[in-house]
C-alpha cells in the first residue's frame, strides 16, 4: 500500500534497497536506450546508456524491459516541483527535477527518494538523484538537517544508505558532508523516539516492517482478522512495539554507512567508532532474535511480549544477505529455505489466515517488484545463476506484458493485483495496483546492473562481478556514466567466473576502474562457470536454448511454437495489461486497454526457417461493443492492413475468433502486432493468437 502522509509531503510504503556487503560498498544501476527526460526542468540529463544482447531472443525479453524502465524513470516519472513544498532543506537545485514515485503516487515520498536514487539514478542523473534526495530532507528551529519527520518514520533511515551510495558514485564531497549532518541528526532522533524507537530490551528498533505500511502484511496477532483498528500498520499497538526483521537490517545499514561517512569526512576516531559499535551490536541482536535455527532462516518478526513469527519476509531475507548480517553459511541456507511465488519472490509468506491465494493480501504472498529486485541481486550475490535469470526473466516477462512496471502482480497468475485489505467498513477491499511505478522500474535496473553487470561502486572505484546465466547470450552496456568516464562494458561467455578482464584491449587485475578514470574506454569481460541446467523444463538445455527462460521445443531451439500464443505472453504496450475480471478466457488471463491509439499486442512467431514465406492468423477475441471494431495489423512494424473484429453478443464473457490470411512473414522470428491505429476504433479484449503457416 502507500499511503500519503498527513503532513503533506512524501513519504511511502515499501522499498528496495541493498548494500552488497558488510562494508556496505553499495552497488549502483545503469540504464538503456532511451533520451534523458524532455519534460522535466533545466539542463538535460546524461544521455542514458544502451542495453544490447546479442541473442535477439533476449533482446526482445530483457532489452524491451529495460527500454521500458529507462522510460519510466527518465520520462515518465522525472517531474518539476514546488521550492515552497519541496526545497526545506534549501540545498535543492531548482534548475534540476525530481523523481515521483509513479502513477498515483505524484510525490517522491522518503523511502521512494532512497530507493530509487539508490537503484539507478544515483549512476543515471546524479544531478536527479540529489535533488531528490534533498526533497525528503527538512531543517529543525535550530537549523540542523533531517529527514522529513512524518507519520512513516519507521523507515526513514534508509536515507542514509541511499546518501552513501550517492557519493560512492558522484565523489561529491559536498554532498556527503551535508548528507552526514543529516543521518547524524536522524539517527540521534530515531534512538531518542519514544514512538518507532530503540528498545533496550532486546536491543532492537521498533516500528513497522520496512516495506509493510499496511495492516495486510502482519498475521494475527498483531492484527486481527477483520484488520478492525486500521488499514495502516502502525496504529495497531503490536506493530507500533514490534520488531521487525527489515526495519533493524536497515538500522544496521544507516549505522554502517554513517561510520563509513564519517571515516571520509576525518571526523574524530570515537565518533566514527561509535557508529561501528552501535552496528554491530544491531547484527548480534537481529541474529540472536531473528534467526531461526530450525527453518535455516530469518523469522519475520518479535513482538515485545516475546511472541516470534516464524514468516518469511521478502525485504528480509534480501536484507540480511546483502548487508552481510547473514554469516556466508547463514546466507546459503537462506537462499536454500526460500519460498518463492510462481512470479517471483514474495513480500510476506505464506498467505496469514484471513487471506487466501484467490484474495490476497495487498502486502501477504503477492508479488512487487521492488522485493523482486532485492532478491534477485541478493541471488547473484550469492552465486545462484539460475536463481537469479528466473528472478529477472519473470519482471522482465511482467513488464513486457503489461505495458511497463506496474506496483503488484499476482504472485501466481501474474497478473496486474493490488490485493485486499481492509478499507473503512470494508474488510475486504480490492485495492488497486497502479502503473508506471518508478521503484519496479529501478527494481529492473537494478537486476541488470548490480546482476547481470555486477556493478559495485566504492570511494576508490567501480568493480565487476557479472552474472550471464546460460544462453542469454554475450550482452553490452554502452553509454554508461561513470564520474568523468564513459565506459562500453561487453559480457562474454556464460557463468559468474571471470576468466578474462581487459580494459581497452589490455588485461587489468582485480576487474575494477579506478574512480580517477577519465575518458571512454571499453571492457571486455569473458565468463566461465555457468550453471547445467534447464532453467524452463522444456528438455532444451539452458545453453542451447534460445529463449532458455520461456518454454518451447527442441525443433525451435527451446523457443515457443507459433501455433498458440496467449494474450498474456505477448509483448502488450500503450496500456495493454492482463485482466482477470470476465469469464471464459483460456490460460491465466486475458488482456483488456486497447482502448485508444498506441494500444498493441504484438505475437512473435518462431520459425524454423528464416525464408520469406505467408501464414494465417486467428485471435480468439471479446467484442460487446454494439459493432464491429477494426485494428490494424503489422509485420515487424510494417502495416499489412487493417482488419476486423465483428461483435460477438452483448457480453464481455463471451469469445469470438476470427482468421486472417495471407500473412507475409520472414526470419526467425517475425513480430505480428495487433494495434489500434489511425482510422481505427479499437476496443476489444484479446485471449489468444495461433499461426499456420501456408508456404515458406
Not at 96 to 120: C, E, H
Not at 289 to 313: C, I, P, V
Request: charged share 15%.
Amino acid at each position: 500500500m502507500r499511503f500519503r502522509p498527513t503532513t503533506g509531503r512524501r513519504t511511502r510504503v515499501t522499498g528496495i534497497m541493498t548494500a552488497g556487503v558488510l562494508a556496505l560498498s553499495t552497488v549502483l544501476y545503469g540504464a538503456g536506450a532511451v533520451d534523458a527526460a524532455d519534460d522535466g526542468p533545466g539542463a538535460a540529463a546524461p544521455a542514458a546508456p544502451t542495453l544490447t544482447f546479442a541473442n535477439s531472443d533476449s533482446q526482445a525479453l530483457y532489452g524491451t524491459a529495460y527500454q521500458a524502465a529507462l522510460t519510466n524513470v527518465l520520462k515518465t516519472n522525472t517531474i518539476t516541483w514546488d521550492p515552497a513544498v519541496y526545497d526545506k532543506s534549501g540545498l535543492m537545485d531548482t534548475g534540476v527535477g525530481i523523481l515521483r514515485a509513479g502513477g498515483g503516487y505524484p510525490q517522491p515520498w522518503t523511502r521512494d527518494a532512497s530507493v530509487n536514487s539508490w537503484n539507478a539514478a544515483s549512476l543515471l542523473d546524479p544531478a536527479l538523484a540529489r535533488n531528490t534526495l534533498w526533497s525528503a530532507v527538512d531543517k529543525d528551529a535550530s537549523g540542523k538537517l533531517q529527514i522529513q519527520q512524518d507519520d512513516q518514520q519507521w523507515d526513514q533511515v534508509i536515507w542514509v544508505t541511499a546518501a552513501w551510495n550517492q557519493y560512492l558514485v558522484t565523489g561529491d564531497t559536498s554532498f556527503l558532508r551535508d548528507a552526514y549532518q543529516t543521518a547524524a541528526d536522524t539517527l540521534a532522533i530515531r534512538e531518542h523516539a519514544s514512538t518507532a524507537g530503540y528498545n533496550s530490551t532486546y536491543g532492537l528498533f521498533t516500528g513497522a516492517s520496512f516495506f509493510n505500511d499496511g495492516i495486510a502484511g502482519y498475521p494475527a496477532p498483531p492484527a486481527d482478522a477483520t484488520e478492525s483498528v486500521s488499514t495502516g500498520s502502525m496504529p495497531w499497538p503490536g506493530v507500533a512495539t514490534g520488531m521487525f526483521l527489515s526495519t533493524n537490517e536497515v538500522y544496521y545499514a544507516a549505522y554502517t554507512n554513517a561510520a563509513s561517512m564519517a571515516a571520509r569526512l576525518h571526523r574524530p576516531a570515537k565518533e566514527v567508532a561509535a557508529y561501528r559499535h552501535k552496528a554491530a551490536a544491531l547484527k548480534q541482536a537481529i541474529n540472536q532474535h531473528f534467526w531461526n535455527k530450525k527453518t535455516g532462516s530469518y523469522n519475520y518478526m518479535l513482538l515485545a511480549d516475546g511472541t516470534t513469527g516464524a514468516y518469511q519476509e521478502g525485504t528480509g531475507l534480501a536484507f540480511a544477505v546483502l548487508f552481510g548480517i547473514a554469516s556466508p553459511a547463514q546466507a546459503k541456507s537462506v537462499v536454500a529455505h526460500a519460498t518463492e511465488m510462481t512470479w517471483g519472490m514474495p513480500d510476506t509468506y505464506p498467505n496469514w489466515t484471513r487471506y487466501s491465494d484467490d484474495q490476497p493480501g495487498r502486502h501477504n504472498a503477492i508479488v512487487w517488484p521492488v522485493v523482486q529486485g532485492l532478491w534477485a541481486r541478493a541471488l547473484a550475490q550469492q552465486g545462484a545463476q539460475q536463481g537469479f535469470a528466473s528472478e529477472t526473466a519473470r519482471l522482465a516477462e511482467l513488464a513486457d506484458s503489461n505495458s511497463g512496471f506496474w506496483e503488484i502482480y499476482n504472485g501466481h497468475t501474474g497478473v496486474v493485483d493490488g490485493g485486499y485489505q481492509r478499507l473503512g467498513d470494508d474488510v475486504k477491499f480490492h485495492w488497486g495496483s497502479q502503473p508506471d511505478q518508478t521503484w519496479s522500474a529501478t527494481a529492473y535496473l537494478n537486476m541488470i546492473d548490480s546482476g547481470l553487470f555486477g556493478l559495485s561502486f566504492s570511494d576508490n572505484g567501480v568493480s565487476f562481478a557479472p552474472t550471464l546465466p546460460a544462453g542469454w547470450g554475450d550482452a553490452t552496456l554502452s553509454g554508461l556514466h561513470y564520474r568523468d568516464a564513459t565506459l562500453t562494458v561487453a559480457l562474454h561467455g556464460a557463468g559468474a567466473t571471470i576468466r578474462s578482464f581487459t580494459v581497452d584491449g589490455r588485461r587489468v587485475p582485480g576487474h575494477s576502474l579506478p574512480a580517477s578514470l577519465k575518458g571512454r574506454h571499453t571492457v571486455d569481460i569473458t565468463l566461465t562457470g555457468a550453471v547445467v541446467g534447464d532453467r524452463d523444463k522444456d528438455g532444451v538445455r539452458d545453453s542451447a536454448d534460445r529463449c532458455p527462460d520461456l518454454p518451447g521445443t527442441s525443433a525451435l531451439r527451446g523457443c515457443p511454437a507459433p501455433d498458440h500464443i496467449e494474450a498474456e505472453d505477448a509483448l502488450n504496450t500503450g496500456g495493454v495489461k492482463t485482466n482477470v475480471n470476465h469469464t471464459g478466457y483460456s490460460g491465466r488471463a486475458f488482456v483488456d486497454g486497447l482502448w485508444a491509439q498506441g494500444a498493441a499486442s504484438s505475437f512473435t512467431l518462431h520459425r524454423a526457417t528464416s525464408a520469406a514465406g505467408t501464414g494465417s492468423l486467428t485471435l480468439r477475441y471479446a467484442n460487446a461493443n454494439g459493432d464491429a471494431r477494426t485494428m490494424t495489423l503489422s509485420v515487424d512494424g510494417k502495416a499489412v492492413r487493417q482488419v476486423s473484429f465483428p461483435k460477438v453478443s452483448d457480453s464481455w464473457d463471451d469469445w469470438g475468433t476470427v482468421t486472417f490470411d495471407d500473412i507475409p512473414v520472414s526470419g526467425t522470428a517475425p513480430v505480428v502486432t495487433v494495434s489500434y491505429g489511425a482510422g481505427d476504433n479499437g476496443s476489444i479484449n484479446l485471449d489468444w493468437a495461433e499461426f499456420h503457416a501456408t508456404s515458406g
